[in-house]
């Protein structure tokens, strides 16, 4: 019976370890989402900061993947944090930036094919927008199926 229960979890195990899940896929779908969201505060950007910082479990070459993906909307990709866009003097007048912010957070994978996450797209203070992404594998490929709790400001 031991031996049965042993050879169960074994075998449990190693088909999660089998299981290849491309973060970065995850981040850019999630991305290009917020990008469709508001986009007058797309219009004029001069670059797209990213914070890498905030890509949890993203490994450098999905990080890699994810700022050359996101060239089509800005040949300009910054790894940037709000508050090393703050330390550089990047904000004018102390409201807004010349580019856009990109962020995610809290990526939970509900399932090897189910995630959910929080991103948000900053250009000001007064305009900024976000929410909860959900995003499911099919076919390999990582594809949004909800943008929910949104936000404005």
Do not use: Q
């Not at 491309?22 to 797209?48: C, R, T």
């Not at 990109?102 to 090897?112: F, H, Q, T, V, W």
Request: charge should be negative; proline fraction near 0%; glycine fraction near 6%.
């Amino acid at each position: 019976m031991i031996m049965i229960s042993i050879s169960f979890i074994a075998c449990s195990y190693s088909e999660e370890a089998d299981v290849d899940v491309n973060y970065g896929d995850i981040y850019l779908v999630a991305f290009e989402a917020i990008m469709e969201e508001d986009v007058a505060l797309n219009e004029g950007a001069s670059y797209i900061a990213i914070d890498s910082r905030t890509l949890d479990l993203a490994t450098e070459e999905d990080i890699d993947s994810v700022f050359g993906a996101m060239k089509v909307y800005n040949e300009i990709i910054l790894d940037e944090s709000m508050k090393s866009l703050e330390d550089k003097e990047m904000f004018i007048d102390d409201n807004y930036i010349e580019g856009i912010l990109l962020s995610a957070s809290d990526l939970e994978l509900i399932s090897d094919n189910k995630a959910v996450l929080k991103v948000s797209k900053f250009k000001s203070r007064k305009g900024a927008v976000g929410g909860t992404v959900t995003l499911e594998r099919k076919d390999g490929m990582w594809v949004l199926v909800g943008l929910t709790n949104m936000w404005m400001s």
